[in-house]
């Protein structure tokens, strides 16, 4: 059952969350709202929780999610049978918690047999009295872990979409969130939406232009042009910016 929840007023300078794209803090905000209990347990589906927080805005929820993860703040949990749940770092410490609520969530009735999913950023310690394997097992190095491949390099279409974009933060997000766009549009018309958004927002403040993994997954490059826009775009495309 959904909950009204609070907001501490450090929450908004939080060196973490302010690391975060503005869709992504109201995200994980709004899943205080609709956690199982007041253990900060969370069902894990993505979908759902987009349905409940952000129902109108085209925005990738497992993007979103993913982020708030690698932020620290929510980590992913199963009970040992293939049920997992996500759990908001110490919400009790954040929360004010009503002893009055009993709880029936699933995740408090079995929170002896609990434990962390493995994820990228979550990764297990190795097991100190397992046997070093070989050297020359493909893939693996000395400690037994197996060598991360090197990521592909970002295409062009990227790096030329990343070196017009007026504002440089989250690269990585960025690049993930223009290869998704990829599959909704092609690259000429991002650089032309984009190109009205850079006429828009001369000359304001960092603070007021979208971090680009928003603007892309908002698919921001439809925007209709403001009618100053349009002025200054029209002579550009014609050769009368000199007339």
């Not at 293939?82 to 918690?97: A, C, N, P, Y």
């Not at 297990?124 to 070093?132: F, I």
């Not at 984009?194 to 892309?216: C, M, N, Y």
Request: some cysteine; aromatic content about 8%; proline content about 9%.
């Amino acid at each position: 059952m959904a909950r009204i929840r609070t907001i501490k007023p450090e929450f908004w300078t939080d060196g973490n969350i302010v690391k975060l794209s503005p869709l992504a803090r109201l995200f994980f905000i709004g899943m205080w709202n609709f956690t199982l209990c007041d253990h900060g347990h969370v069902a894990d589906d993505a979908f759902r929780l987009k349905l409940q927080i952000l129902p109108a805005d085209d925005v990738d929820p497992q993007d979103l999610l993913l982020e708030v993860m690698n932020a620290g703040r929510v980590q992913r949990i199963s009970d040992g049978t293939g049920r997992s749940f996500l759990h908001v770092k110490r919400f009790e410490d954040h929360q004010k918690i009503d002893p009055r609520w009993k709880t029936r969530c699933p995740a408090c009735a079995q929170l002896g047999s609990l434990a962390p999913v493995e994820t990228p950023v979550s990764l297990p310690e190795p097991q100190r009295d397992s046997p070093t394997l070989p050297l020359g097992r493909d893939g693996m190095g000395r400690d037994g872990k197996k060598t991360p491949s090197a990521p592909a390099p970002p295409s062009q279409d990227f790096l030329d979409f990343w070196a017009a974009y007026p504002r440089k933060i989250g690269k990585d997000l960025a690049r993930k969130a223009f290869e998704k766009a990829l599959k909704r549009t092609d690259a000429r018309t991002i650089m032309d939406g984009l190109e009205t958004l850079r006429i828009e927002v001369a000359g304001k403040d960092q603070q007021f232009i979208p971090h680009p993994s928003s603007w892309l997954s908002a698919g921001r490059w439809q925007d209709e042009a403001p009618q100053g826009a349009l002025l200054a775009i029209v002579p550009q495309q014609h050769g009368w910016a000199n007339v």
